[in-house]
């Protein structure tokens, strides 16, 4: 698959069985999709349960989120840093807090809520 639509198309593509993505991007939206984490932690309740992930190429953080009626959202939490060369992966400490490294220069960037 790619994203919710079959790779090379046939007719014997099957979807039946599967469980496809809530979301997905068309290739202009960035080069590769770098996956993360759902925000559990408790200093920044704003933001919990939101799944962040990040664009390798771009530096744009988005949050994923589900509204009342069941629908994801996702919005673009952090652009392209100027300096940017590349976020290559999320972590997540014990009490949830997440983090974003930063492959240009060794940086690990604590994710909080914007005030």
């Known amino acids: 698959m790619e994203g919710d639509h079959c790779y090379r198309p046939s007719p014997t593509c099957d979807q039946s069985r599967l469980v496809l993505p809530v979301t997905e991007f068309e290739h202009p939206a960035g080069c590769?999709?770098?996956?993360?984490?759902v925000y559990r932690g408790t200093q920044y309740p704003a933001i919990a349960g939101a799944y962040f992930f990040t664009d390798y190429c771009s530096g744009t953080v988005w949050a994923l989120t589900?509204?009342?009626?069941?629908?994801?959202?996702?919005?673009?939490?952090?652009?392209?840093?100027?300096?940017y060369a590349g976020y290559s992966s999320f972590g997540e400490d014990v009490a949830g807090e997440?983090?974003?490294?930063?492959?240009?220069?060794?940086?690990?960037?604590h994710l909080t809520e914007t005030k």
């Open 98 to 109: 997440l983090y974003v490294t930063d492959l240009s220069n060794g940086t690990v960037y």
């Open 66 to 83: 589900r509204d009342a009626s069941g629908a994801w959202t996702t919005t673009a939490v952090i652009g392209s840093p100027s300096s």
């Open 32 to 37: 590769a999709i770098i996956g993360g984490y």
